[in-house]
């Protein structure tokens, strides 16, 4: 029998109440004026107990830009057969709109932006090479390209409280990206 160590449930819980009370502190004001007390507080646990899994509010939220990150990277290699599916990465947005919706209004949206985009430019890049295609323009400007474009139309989606559905968004950045002969971002 293979000896996995388990999280504990309680500690899980901890760390979903400390980061739930973050979100909504950090949907109520700026980041520089949240408090680790006011986390606590409202997670109904210590300060020390805040301290026990992350160093300070950086800290957490880098924690949680890290596991947004995690779970994209995790949707897109999900794909399988190479068929992407642009609708789950809105979906994800959609569902986790209050920490996205935070990020864009935010004065750290710069951080989580150049994450992001970081992100989107490197799967790309990884996608042209695999195309072995020959570029008239540079592969990395072209990932650039593409990253920012894609990053600007979610961020404008995000802001404007999600006017359009997940499919409707999907089909029209698949658009966009295919008949304007951009590198096919979903496939």
């Not at 989107?120 to 072995?132: G, L, P, R, T, W």
């Not at 474009?149 to 990206?177: C, K, Y």
Request: net charge negative; glycine share 2%.
């Amino acid at each position: 029998m293979e000896n996995v160590a388990k999280t504990d449930r309680r500690i899980l819980r901890t760390k979903q109440a400390i980061k739930k009370s973050f979100l909504e502190l950090f949907t109520e004001k700026e980041f520089e004026q949240i408090t680790i007390n006011e986390i606590a507080d409202r997670a109904n646990v210590n300060r020390g107990t805040v301290y026990l899994h992350y160093s300070d509010k950086y800290d957490l939220l880098d924690k949680c830009i890290e596991e947004h990150i995690n779970e994209i990277i995790s949707l897109c290699k999900d794909r399988g057969s190479g068929q992407g599916n642009p609708q789950q990465v809105f979906d994800y947005f959609r569902e986790h709109f209050p920490f996205f919706s935070a990020m864009f209004s935010n004065e750290r949206v710069f951080l989580f932006r150049d994450q992001l985009l970081h992100f989107f430019s490197v799967n790309m890049m990884m996608k042209m090479e695999q195309a072995n295609d020959r570029p008239i323009i540079d592969q990395e400007i072209k990932a650039q390209f593409m990253a920012s474009a894609f990053i600007g139309i979610l961020e404008w989606w995000i802001r404007n409280r999600m006017p359009h559905s997940t499919l409707f968004m999907a089909d029209q950045v698949r658009n966009l990206f295919e008949n304007n002969q951009v590198y096919p971002m979903f496939r």
